[in-house]
């Protein structure tokens, strides 16, 4: 069982920065794909990035590529994500997501947080 929570929303003007948090919970961290989800107001669940356990491989979407970076810290238990060249577009709840296989399918995740709202203004 893991238990996330995320941290670090608020509001940001286009073109700025912020970073995203999720702690996790539990001994086994380092063993689980870590993943960043979006949900804008009247749209579906996204996928944003991904890492892996060790941190070696990461994955992204087309629309935030070269803009956000995924990164984890196992000691910390810990995985972040750092939006640069922030866009109105960007505005959603985002989630963490805990997997054991690397993909960019809600379906593949066990493990989801809260969520944390941040809103891009133009």
């Known amino acids: 069982q893991v238990q996330l929570v995320e941290s670090g929303g608020g509001f940001v003007q286009a073109g700025g920065s912020l970073r995203l948090s999720c702690a996790a919970s539990?001994?086994?961290?380092?063993?689980?794909?870590m993943g960043w989800f979006r949900q804008a107001r009247g749209k579906e669940r996204e996928f944003v990035a991904s890492v892996t356990g060790s941190g070696a491989a990461t994955f992204y979407a087309d629309s935030v590529k070269g803009r956000f970076k995924i990164s984890r810290d196992n000691a910390k238990n810990t995985v972040y994500l750092q939006m640069n060249g922030l866009k109105p577009e960007d505005t959603a709840i985002y989630y963490c997501?805990?997997?054991?296989?690397?993909?960019?399918?809600?379906?593949?995740?066990?493990?989801w947080g809260q969520g944390t709202q941040f809103t891009v203004s133009s």
């Open positions: 539990g001994r086994t961290f380092s063993s689980y794909v």
């Open positions: 997501a805990a997997g054991i296989v690397v993909t960019t399918r809600r379906e593949g995740y066990a493990y």
